[in-house]
């Protein structure tokens, strides 16, 4: 009987990951839906109806602006899907149903069940984004051979929102209002200010500072630097991908302590 | 022991619908203010600032990439032209928080309708006074916003302030139809119908550029959408256009309010007198 | 003759194929409380929705204080206060807010409900929580504070539907008491459980359900006696042998019912039962002598035990 405390206590957060990979599978037709079909309504909307406007204007970067649009929705897309799956699961696994507390009363610890959250949340994220950049292509916004590493930045952005996410949805104990508050406080304004429908240096240098600490523009300027002439120094290069894998580290780093405390005090 | 309660229910006897409606819709207004005023103040506060956000973002941000937009009454700045179209969309927004997923809560999982129905009150109180709600927190919303920009320079007019009673009107249409259709939902993800609905509504009202890009065919679908009227309604009323087209936007509302009040009493009805 | 407040006469609900409630008459009077026994399912919440004209009927009669439901809903739920199986408070306001809102919903003036309001506190012994939020409250504060509520518009019936299913026993004695204050100040009860001792507590006549009708109407005493012995003796033999056990008492006893993990035995003395059986080199693992309960009326009425 004992025998698989060892393998559960290695390899727990994939249990967990899988688990919620399961559950997923069940909503699996409408999550490729909304993956192949909320990509292309911004694209012929905001690409295609804004873009008409820009094009006809003086356009932007000198490239068309569904292109100058592209890695933003990307990455704002794989910010949306990771933090979703996020916090749902953390709300029914505290407050809604508790199944935490089930998990807890296995060998799998705490820790592994943020981490298994997260890992599955990835995998949602893996397959939107994939889905999202076929999407693009077929849609002309890809100019460089490079613009498949574009899927691996806006991922990196996904986690890093995720991470953040998972520790800020554990942290609530009051649910009351938080999507609401979630909604309108982080992401619409992430989604609004992080250079995502414009260079972010045409903004007033004080709201600047929004896009600086948004993971969507971190791994905006990494994507457009993959998918079309956008020029960045190796300096910023590294700056954005440190940015952004410094938040995975500490969003994991912080949540895995909140589920501990909340599960095992 | 004739109580006070039983002889403020005869009164209404051989009144207008007596039976499902007891004239007291205010009671279920005072209710939600109670709840307002101790905890969903800072949510109900925050939803003025979605519109406000897109316009700051929008207007100057991809103003600054689009330049002027030019209109029947002359060329316009790209914030002047989108902030009629964000009222509109935000004025449908909040009517649809408070009439679908609100709603849903009430009626489900906290059974508050269930206990308001136990009392005297009719279904067409709850409604009514549920809707009443709604429309004072569009108006709301859509006085701080017709201020901001007016603020901002964006308007030319004292039409503008017609933005107001328009978003209101805007608001009914989708707060009575919204409400009859949650009535018929059964499960949280039926409600993602919405959703489904209201994103698509959203990026191709043209709240953000002219109907012109799309071929004929597709112009003609937008323009029977519930939004697109909307927004025609809000800027032609901002503008002091009055014809026959603004009377067409109104007329469409009025059947939504109209039909939608008419479903969601009757579907009360039945739900509660099962 | 006493004032009849409630007469139905063949009073049906069917939901499709189903019949919930099947063609039951009664009557209750002023002052009387009166109860609905049943297992769940047996068509009590669904009669009391109808009288609560929450809930059209199928066929048959019913009238409240004179007036029928279908015709003036509003006015017959004016004169009752209806506590429903789960609580439905609102919980996103404080205790003396849901008694306040709760009067305003009747149309009552806000000098009235706030006169009441430390009247019906005390009552639900929840003064110190009135600033309260509904949501941090016990269960049985819960449960107390939705009968408060009901009694906001002074009543002159109150429904309580399974009053204390999920309470703790000392909750469930508390309210009691508050119930038994009610009915001595000549407040109509009608309640429904599933609970025996709740209903042999608590009213003065009961009608036994099942299946949607009515298995016998009396008072609780009246019941046990009309459909039960004295005294009953259970015996248990361990799950293997209750069985074959059967047979050889069934000689001895007025009746016998045999549950899944013990055997009831019928008497009107039950102790002198037990020594027959001793004598005739019978021991059961365990035994014990009770009086008669509502719980053995039903048992004898439908085969079957209350809580299943």
Not at chain 2, 136 to 150: K, V, W
Not at chain 2, 186 to 194: D, L
Not at chain 3, 57 to 65: C, E, F, K, M, V
Request: proline share 4%; aromatic share 12%; hydrophobic share 50%.
């Amino acid at each position: 009987m004992s025998t698989n405390i060892r393998k559960v206590s290695r390899f727990g957060s994939f249990h967990i990951a899988e688990a919620r990979i399961r559950n997923m599978a069940k909503w699996s037709g409408i999550i490729l839906f909304a993956a192949v079909v909320n990509p292309a309504l911004y694209l012929v909307s905001i690409g295609i109806g804004v873009g008409s406007l820009v094009d006809a204007n003086n356009g932007v970067n000198g490239v068309s602006y569904l292109t100058f649009l592209a890695p933003a929705l990307l990455a704002s897309a794989a910010i949306q899907g990771s933090s979703d799956e996020v916090i749902f699961p953390v709300m029914d696994g505290f407050k809604w149903n508790r199944t935490f507390f089930g998990m807890r009363s296995t060998p799998i610890t705490a820790r592994q069940i943020s981490l298994g959250v997260f890992l599955a949340a990835m995998f949602r994220t893996v397959v939107s984004v994939v889905i999202y950049w076929i999407v693009l292509y077929f849609f002309g916004a890809l100019e460089s051979g490079t613009a498949w590493l574009a899927m691996p930045a806006a991922l990196l952005a996904g986690a890093a929102m995720g991470a953040v996410m998972l520790a800020l949805a554990a942290k609530i104990e009051n649910e009351n209002f938080f999507f609401t508050l979630v909604g309108r406080f982080v992401m619409i304004p992430m989604f609004l200010f992080s250079g995502t429908f414009y260079p972010l240096t045409q903004m007033p240098i004080f709201l600047q500072f929004f896009g600086w600490i948004s993971p969507l523009w971190h791994a905006t300027e990494l994507g457009r630097y993959l998918t079309y002439d956008y020029p960045l120094s190796g300096l910023q290069l590294s700056i954005h991908i440190c940015v952004l894998a410094s938040m995975i580290v500490i969003g994991l780093f912080l949540s895995a302590r909140i589920f501990h405390k909340r599960l095992e005090k | 022991m004739t109580s006070n309660a039983v002889a403020l229910s005869e009164r209404r006897l051989g009144k207008f619908g007596d039976k499902y409606f007891a004239g007291r819709p205010q009671q279920v207004l005072l209710r939600n203010w109670l709840s307002f005023k101790s905890s969903a103040w800072i949510a109900v506060v925050s939803g003025f600032l979605e519109p406000v956000l897109y316009l700051l973002s929008f207007g100057y941000g991809i103003g600054e990439l689009v330049g002027n937009i030019s209109t029947p009454g002359g060329d316009i700045s790209y914030a002047a032209y989108i902030a009629p179209g964000l009222l509109a969309t935000s004025a449908m927004n909040g009517a649809m928080l408070d009439s679908t997923w609100n709603v849903f809560f009430k009626l489900n999982e906290s059974r508050l309708y269930k206990a308001m129905l136990a009392t005297s009150l009719g279904p067409l109180d709850v409604a009514l006074g549920e809707i009443a709600w709604a429309l004072m927190r569009g108006g709301l919303y859509a006085t701080a916003f017709t201020i901001i920009i007016a603020g901002l320079g964006l308007v030319t007019s004292w039409w503008a302030i017609l933005a107001i009673p328009a978003a209101i009107i805007v608001a009914f249409g989708f707060a009575s139809f919204g409400m009859a259709i949650t009535s018929f939902m059964k499960s949280h993800h039926q409600m993602n119908f919405f959703e489904i609905f209201l994103l698509p509504m959203f990026l191709f009202s043209g709240a953000f550029y002219p109907l012109t890009v799309f071929p004929g065919w597709a112009q003609a679908i937008i323009k029977a959408l519930p939004l697109r009227q909307a927004i025609e309604l809000v800027t032609r009323a901002m503008n002091g256009e009055f014809g026959i087209n603004i009377l067409v936007n109104f007329t469409y509302f009025l059947v939504m309010i109209c039909v939608g009040l008419f479903f969601t009493t009757k579907r009360l009805n039945a739900l509660f007198m099962k | 003759m006493t004032e009849m407040l409630i007469q139905a006469r063949g009073l049906t609900k069917t939901y499709g194929d189903f019949v919930a409630v099947d063609g039951i008459d009664f009557d209750v009077a002023k002052g009387e409380s009166f109860g609905f026994l049943g297992p769940n399912g047996a068509g009590k919440s669904t009669t009391m929705r109808i009288i609560g004209a929450t809930s059209v009927r199928t066929s048959g009669t019913l009238t409240i204080l004179g007036k029928d439901p279908e015709v003036n809903g509003p006015q017959i739920r004016a004169h009752l206060g209806v506590v429903p199986q789960q609580d439905n408070l609102d919980n996103e306001l404080t205790v003396s807010e849901n008694i306040f809102i709760y009067g305003r919903y009747f149309g009552l003036s806000s000098s009235f409900i706030n006169k009441k309001i430390p009247e019906l506190l005390e009552f639900a012994q929840l003064e110190e929580k009135k600033d309260t939020k509904v949501e941090a409250l016990s269960g049985g504060m819960k449960r107390r504070l939705t009968i408060a509520r009901s009694l906001v518009s002074e009543p002159d019936i109150l429904m309580l539907d399974e009053p204390t299913t999920g309470l703790d026993p000392q909750a469930r004695h508390i309210l009691w008491d508050r119930l038994f204050r009610l009915k001595e100040q000549g407040v109509t009860l009608l309640i429904t459980t599933h609970y025996m001792d709740e209903a042999e507590q608590l009213c003065d006549r009961l009608i036994v359900m099942d299946r949607g009708k009515i298995m016998a109407e009396d008072s609780p005493a009246q019941l046990i006696k009309t459909y039960s012995t004295k005294e009953v003796l259970e015996v248990r033999f361990g799950s293997d042998r209750n069985q074959e056990m059967v047979e050889v008492l069934r000689p001895l006893a007025d009746r016998i019912e045999v549950l899944p993990d013990r055997i009831l035995l019928y008497a009107t003395d039950g102790e002198q039962l037990l020594e027959q059986i001793t004598a005739k080199g019978i021991h059961p693992n365990t035994s014990l002598v009770r009086r008669s309960s509502l719980e053995d009326v039903f048992l004898r009425l439908t085969g079957r035990s209350l809580v299943e």
